[in-house]
């Protein structure tokens, strides 16, 4: 079994910085990509930024520039840095973890909001 598990989430200023972190955790043989996505209200998921093996990356146009992302693959371990938050990225932040011969898992959310 398989387990994926969002933190970091909650509200924040215009302007401000939030940093969530994603753990995969069970009977895993290797992850093959890690990636962040979110969704608004009354809106479609959307991909935040994603990480695959060999640090390859790519990010929404939406957020180049401000977010980062970041893998501990020893701890299957994906992180976001979020700087410089808007009130249009308060949406919910799902992590997904693609694995090799396994399947995709995601994590439950984690609500971001955004506002003064």
């Known amino acids: 079994q398989v387990r994926v598990v969002e933190s970091g989430g909650g509200l924040v200023q215009p302007g401000g910085s939030l940093r969530l972190s994603c753990a995969a955790s069970?009977?895993?043989?290797?992850?093959?990509?890690m990636g962040w996505y979110r969704q608004a209200p009354g809106k479609q998921r959307e991909l935040v930024a994603v990480?695959?093996?060999?640090?390859?990356?790519n990010y929404a146009d939406s957020v180049k520039g401000r977010f980062t992302i970041s893998r501990d693959n020893a701890k299957n371990t994906v992180y976001l840095q979020m700087n410089s938050l808007k009130p249009e990225d308060t949406a919910v932040y799902s992590c997904?973890?693609?694995?090799?011969?396994?399947?995709?898992?995601w994590g439950q959310g984690t609500q971001v909001t955004v506002a003064s």
């Open positions: 069970g009977s895993i043989f290797s992850v093959t990509a």
């Open positions: 990480t695959r093996n060999g640090g390859d990356t």
């Open positions: 997904n973890a693609k694995l090799l011969r396994q399947g995709s898992y």
